[in-house]
């Protein structure tokens, strides 16, 4: 068998070899992965390449935008006057709970006032769309069509029509990223609404229920118990419906209940979502003990979001 | 009509048509077009079957025209892919260097084949590009993904001999039918 020479000719040289480029961007690739785990250095360049990105987004978004407005114009009248019609009952319904708000809030403030307890402030809440769901099968995170340009920041909640979808981890100059309670690095604070005890829930990753960890078997929890938000973090306004206790194990032999919840809100279906601004309500942090820690902290603050 | 019949049987150019030589132009709109396709905002099933278009058309110009798309015009298309799905950064860059530099090493063979055989081919590329991507995560300490994750290279693969007739559409030559 005759040897063909891989390298080719003088004349026919393109640069160097494939296989000395595959090293040379494989390096930077492992060192950008390596960065961008360990330190949040490189947002500036994510912006960058976001802002390169968007008109391809926008593309994206225009099929999905053109049948929808197809579809709404065929909707049929009968239809729109059904959900006229039940718009206008759940309104009454709400309105009569609005009011009945309105009494209590101001019954709050004038006790608070008497207890000399903190305020909570009610902040303004931003409605946005979803975009896109994250393709990556790793991570539970979705994008929605609000970014730095409607002053959202990172580290606010997210809610949609029957609770928490999730928290504000990322801001573009357009849009933004919002990691969902299913996500695997995600805990939210909660208590159980019927029985005030505390704890928190962690997300599990994509197909699987998120969790409360390190509860006690003896834990008053049963099953159909509703997780509310404690607000004891300074990012989730205290008492939004997060999720409700799905299946409870209580085994003799284990330390631990194990106890999956399911999440109340549509976090995976829900299009139109409210992200909360952040108020006051955040607790300042216990004073960090030693001085190195606080400035290397300063970094990696910026994804939390709680000052 | 041979371009014709070619569609219908999914047939690449025969050795008896030389095919004209691509625009740059056009392999960036394509990389363009395959850019939107990646973002397009699915849910559900779709999303399960959605294959990588980027990785597939990065994968068509690796073979075909290796002198305008290669390893660092792979890794480049990455890194922004990498920001459209806000993964780890260098996370698909490096997957689609792989994935060029495979191609590089496999171009002449791979195109011996007939289009379904390239597919099958075409399938281990893709899946190898999946699985570095598994191991990347996996060593930083995410959770190892359902079965579903397999899916997406193989509708990939399914999707090659359509994606290469319809590229090659526009390099056949206008008037072979009558000259044959």
New interface residues.
Partial sequence: MRYIPVEPPPFFR?GPS??A??VF??L??????F???RYRY?EG??MV??T??YP??R???L??EALASVGDYFTSLRALSEDNAKLTRQAAEHAAAAQAFASTQQENVRLRALLDARTRYASAAKAVE??????????Q?L?VDKGADADIQPGEAVIDADGVVGQVT?VYPNMA?VTLVTD?DHAVPVKVERSGVRSVLYG?????APELRFMAPSADIQVGDVLVTSGLDGTYPPGLAVARVATLERETGQIFARIACAPIAGV?RSEHLLVLGQGAAAFPRPEEPALSDTTKKAGKGKRRGSP | MIALSNIAHLSTAGPEEILRPVRPWFIAVTLGVALAANLLPLSGVALALRPDFIALVLLYWCIQEPRYVGVGVAWGVGLLMDVGDATLFGQHALAYALLAYAAEYFRRRVLRFSLWQQAAQVAVLLGLCAGLVLLVRYVGGAPLPRWTYAVPPLAGALLWPVLTVALQWAQRPQRSSAEL
Wanted: charge should be positive.
């Fill in positions: 393109r494939p296989l480029r595959l961007f494989g930077i690739s492992i060192v950008l992965l960065v961008d785990t490189l360049l994510r390449a976001a390169i990105l391809f987004q593309a994206a978004q099929p999905g979803v975009l896109y769901t994250g393709r990556d099968p790793f991570a995170k994008f990322r990223e695997k599990a990753g994509a197909g699987r995976d």
